[in-house]
């Protein structure tokens, strides 16, 4: 089993930016792909980011590209998403999930954290 605990949401008006985090516990964090995900109220859930399991490869959703930033730090166990330049459509309830390198769909989801953009 794989643990995922996000933070860092909040309130921010917009132009500023956040960071948020996913702690990951119970399994070797390097062994999974990780990605963020967002849900808009009334809105599917939408992907944003994704980062292999060395960090050498990332690939973002077309709304956010260039403005969000993935990374990962095993040796930490966490996975962050840096969010410059915020707009009010970025707002939403923010995922993270794990998945093995050799599965389609993500497996393991945290509980979500909150960011409200205020225009």
């Known amino acids: 089993q794989v643990q995922l605990v996000e933070s860092g949401g909040g309130l921010v008006q917009a132009g500023a930016s956040l960071r948020l985090s996913c702690a990951v516990s119970?399994?070797?964090?390097?062994?999974?792909?990780m990605g963020w995900f967002r849900q808009a109220p009334g809105k599917e859930r939408e992907f944003v980011a994704r980062?292999?399991?060395?960090?050498?490869?990332?690939r973002y959703a077309e709304s956010v590209k260039g403005r969000f930033t993935v990374s990962r730090d095993n040796a930490k166990s966490t996975v962050y998403l840096q969010m410059n330049s915020l707009k009010s459509d970025d707002t939403a309830v923010y995922f993270c999930?794990?998945?093995?390198?050799?599965?389609?769909?993500?497996?393991?989801w945290g509980q979500g954290t909150q960011v409200t953009v205020s225009s």
């Open positions: 119970g399994r070797t964090v390097s062994a999974y792909f």
């Open positions: 999930a794990a998945r093995t390198p050799y599965e389609a769909l993500y497996k393991y």
């Open positions: 980062i292999n399991w060395s960090g050498d490869s990332t």
